[in-house]
């Protein structure tokens, strides 16, 4: 696949997700009336996460039908284009079922071990985090970058965690970010929280197994704004996820350090 084909995906990758979020908001504003069904423990899906999945595909597949597909919501879709698709139609349902503004629609471009394309949408604010490997990150039409020139005491350190992990993880995080004189964060969306890291909002983000989906495009934003991300392989991420570190420069070895003595094997 050659750069124009990837360009072209990008630009409809920011096309998509801004359609897909206006149809999201549609179902934000009466989200007191929506079906909700339980997956797991603190883990939802409503009519608007499945439905604005199903947008979603039917854009990518009208626009690029030998594409891949991989989303939260719904079966694998094969490609042979070489180029796969990870969406998270409504990252951050716990507060979309609730009315918190604080949700976004995500959208990957995944190409072998590389992710290519990464976009963020933010309905509410109206804010779409876009980047394309090797350039620049933006938030709309505005270039974005990470803090500079602080160290873990003078910001916030994003932090996740779900059912998926052990409850003494995120514990030992949090104290280890209080004890290094920091600041947590969490706003129930790691999309969304990796956006702020790209956009200097955030000094970082940290959380023990993410899915691809509501991290790619993130990790791939923070690279473009100057950030420091850990080396992962997108395919083996698509396949299990796993654990998420990025940061500032000056703040990402810190990190590192926490999460290895925050998720430390026999942690309760």
């Given at each position: 696949?050659?750069?124009?084909?990837?360009?072209?995906?990008?630009?409809?990758?920011?096309?998509?997700?801004?359609?897909?979020?206006?149809?999201?908001?549609?179902?934000?504003?009466?989200?007191?009336?929506?079906?909700?069904?339980?997956?797991?423990?603190?883990?939802?899906?409503?009519?608007a996460d499945k439905n604005v999945e199903a947008f979603v595909?039917?854009?990518?597949?009208?626009?690029?039908?030998?594409?891949?597909?991989?989303?939260?919501?719904?079966?694998?879709?094969?490609?042979?284009?070489?180029?796969?698709?990870?969406?998270?139609?409504?990252?951050?349902?716990?507060?979309?079922?609730?009315?918190?503004?604080?949700?976004?629609v995500v959208l990957a471009g995944v190409v072998g071990k590389?992710?290519?394309?990464?976009?963020?949408?933010?309905?509410?604010?109206?804010?779409?985090?876009?980047?394309?490997?090797?350039?620049?990150?933006?938030?709309?039409?505005?270039?974005?970058?990470?803090?500079?020139?602080?160290?873990?005491?003078?910001?916030?350190?994003?932090?996740?965690?779900?059912?998926?992990?052990?409850?003494?993880?995120?514990?030992?995080?949090?104290?280890?970010?209080?004890?290094?004189?920091?600041?947590?964060?969490?706003?129930?969306?790691?999309?969304?929280s990796l956006a702020y890291v790209a956009s200097g909002k955030?000094?970082?983000?940290?959380?023990?197994?993410?899915?691809?989906?509501?991290?790619?495009?993130?990790?791939?934003?923070?690279?473009?704004?100057?950030?420091?991300?850990?080396?992962?392989?997108?395919?083996?991420?698509?396949?299990?996820?796993?654990?998420?570190?990025?940061?500032?420069?000056?703040?990402?070895?810190?990190?590192?350090?926490?999460?290895?003595?925050?998720?430390?094997?026999?942690?309760?």
């Amino acid at each position: 696949m050659n750069a124009d084909d990837i360009d072209r995906r990008y630009a409809e990758a920011r096309r998509i997700a801004q359609e897909a979020g206006a149809l999201a908001l549609d179902y934000f504003r009466r989200f007191d009336g929506l079906t909700v069904e339980v997956k797991s423990h603190q883990d939802f899906v409503s009519e608007a996460d499945k439905n604005v999945e199903a947008f979603v595909r039917g854009e990518i597949a009208a626009a690029f039908p030998e594409d891949g597909i991989v989303g939260e919501e719904d079966a694998p879709k094969p490609g042979t284009s070489g180029f796969t698709w990870v969406i998270d139609p409504i990252d951050g349902t716990t507060n979309f079922i609730h009315g918190i503004p604080g949700w976004t629609v995500v959208l990957a471009g995944v190409v072998g071990k590389r992710t290519e394309v990464g976009v963020i949408h933010d309905p509410n604010h109206d804010e779409t985090y876009h980047v394309r490997r090797g350039g620049p990150a933006f938030c709309n039409d505005r270039r974005i970058g990470v803090l500079r020139g602080r160290d873990i005491r003078t910001g916030s350190v994003g932090v996740g965690f779900s059912g998926r992990t052990r409850a003494g993880g995120i514990k030992r995080l949090v104290n280890e970010i209080i004890g290094a004189g920091g600041v947590f964060y969490r706003n129930a969306s790691g999309a969304l929280s990796l956006a702020y890291v790209a956009s200097g909002k955030l000094l970082g983000y940290v959380e023990e197994h993410m899915n691809a989906w509501d991290c790619l495009a993130g990790q791939l934003l923070v690279a473009g704004a100057g950030g420091v991300v850990e080396d992962q392989d997108a395919a083996d991420m698509v396949a299990q996820g796993g654990r998420v570190i990025v940061g500032t420069p000056e703040v990402f070895a810190d990190l590192v350090v926490i999460a290895e003595r925050s998720y430390a094997d026999g942690a309760d």
